[in-house]
Structures are given as structure tokens and as C-alpha cells.
């Protein structure tokens, strides 16, 4: 079983389009994460939730909208994709905060044309 | 702005020789941990120190931590070619995030 699957793994898409990426986790874990990441490598937090409710929206547009309906899932809406938003995004899990080490998902790679 | 600095970016080792990387951050932790992304796939927890700890241990790898001088080490001994990826440092500050540094590339030869 997955820990933590996010789907889809890839994404190709238009200029304009609205698209969105879905997570889960099975671990139980009370927080959860996306993650930008981009051709350098760098990893950027875009936002986390804990217990659904959300915690930190690090200076994201918004056409970035994050949604938790439950502690298990968290997916991520992209609304009126840029080229600029092509990247890889990360979903991650934890239990209490980052004070154990987070579950990652595989990653979904969006590209946009 | 990136909370952790890797250094080297780059390393390229024989196999069974010993990797080390170094992570250098800004501010106080709560505790520091280190990654592994192998090429295409999600990145893997490989070990989490403490901010009053000085030194741990699994199986082949073992992390210095020294806060005095807001640094962290990562070594690999032994490397094989499985040990090829990308090591990320990433730094808990306590609210509910981590900040990763830019990562360091290792590459083992056969």
C-alpha cells in the first residue's frame, strides 16, 4: 500500500486551463503538505494543514487553492495555469507538525504549454 | 529564501569509497533532518537529529549536528551504486514546516 499517493504523475496542460492534483494518505498522520519543486532542484513550501485546517500559505497566488476534507486527503486546484507553474509537486504527511520526518508522495510533474 | 545551504552540489565517488556532504542553515532548529530523492521519484526520509544532539547512526549513515556553527554533516561510508541521488538537508524550526536546502547530487561509480 502507498503511503502517501497522489495522482496524476503527470499533467500536461494548456496555458489558461484549470487543473488539480489530488492526495492521500493511509498513515494517519494529523498534517499535511504540498510542495513546489522546481528545475533547480529547490523545494519550496506552498502549504500545510493540520487536522484540515490550514496552517501556513507561504505567499502562493491565489489561484493556488488547497482543499481538506478530511485529515487523509489534501488536493491542490490550480486555477488559470501560467508557464511559470511548471514544476513538480509534492504531497507529504507527518504526525505532529515536522517534529518526526515526513512521508512523501512519487511527485507529479506539470507542464504547462 | 532557502533556510538550508548544501555544499557540495556536486559529488562524484568510486564505489566503496565514503561520501560526505555538508549542510550549513540560518536560524535556531528544533531539529534537522536529512533526505534522499532518487532521479524522477518523491524524496525518503533518511535520518532526524536533534537540536541537543551531536551525532547519530543508522546502518551506513551517520549525521553530525553542530549548532554552534549552524552545521550538519552527512556521511556515507561504504557507497554503493544504489547511493546514487539527491541528499536534501532540511531544517524544523517548530511551525509546521520544513525548509530544504538546494541538495547535493552524489553520483557512485561502479
Known amino acids: 500500500d502507498t503511503a502517501v499517493s497522489q495522482t496524476p504523475k503527470y499533467l500536461v496542460t494548456q496555458m489558461g486551463n484549470d487543473k488539480s492534483i489530488k492526495c492521500e494518505q493511509n498513515?494517519?498522520?494529523?498534517?499535511m503538505y504540498w510542495y513546489k519543486q522546481d528545475s533547480k532542484k529547490f523545494l519550496k513550501i506552498m502549504f500545510s494543514?493540520?487536522?484540515?485546517?490550514?496552517?501556513i500559505n507561504e505567499t502562493v497566488p491565489n489561484r493556488f487553492s488547497p482543499k481538506s476534507p478530511d485529515k487523509a486527503h489534501l488536493n491542490l486546484h490550480i486555477n488559470s495555469l501560467e508557464l511559470g507553474d511548471s514544476a513538480v509537486y509534492f504531497c507529504?504527511?507527518?504526525?505532529?507538525?515536522?517534529?518526526?520526518?515526513?512521508?512523501f508522495g512519487s511527485g507529479t510533474r506539470l507542464t504547462v504549454v | 529564501s532557502q533556510q538550508g545551504e548544501e555544499d557540495p552540489q556536486a559529488l562524484s565517488i568510486q564505489e566503496g569509497e565514503n561520501a560526505t556532504m555538508n549542510c550549513s542553515y540560518k536560524?535556531?532548529?528544533?531539529?534537522l533532518q536529512w533526505y534522499r530523492q532518487n532521479s524522477g521519484r518523491g524524496l525518503v526520509h533518511l535520518i532526524l537529529?536533534?537540536?541537543?544532539?551531536r551525532e547519530k547512526h543508522s546502518g551506513r549513515l551517520r549525521v553530525t549536528l553542530d549548532t554552534s556553527k549552524k552545521s550538519s554533516s552527512l556521511l556515507i561510508t561504504a557507497s554503493r551504486a544504489a547511493d546514487t541521488a539527491s541528499y536534501f538537508c532540511?531544517?524544523?524550526?517548530?511551525?509546521?514546516?520544513?525548509?530544504f536546502g538546494a541538495g547535493t547530487t552524489v553520483t557512485v561509480r561502479a
Open positions: 507529504a504527511s507527518s504526525q505532529a507538525a515536522a517534529g518526526n520526518g515526513y512521508t
Open positions: 498513515l494517519g498522520h494529523d498534517t
Open positions: 494543514y493540520n487536522n484540515k485546517e490550514l496552517i
Open positions: 536560524t535556531s532548529i528544533n531539529n
Open positions: 537529529i536533534r537540536s541537543n544532539e
Open positions: 532540511a531544517t524544523d524550526t517548530n511551525d509546521y514546516k520544513l525548509s
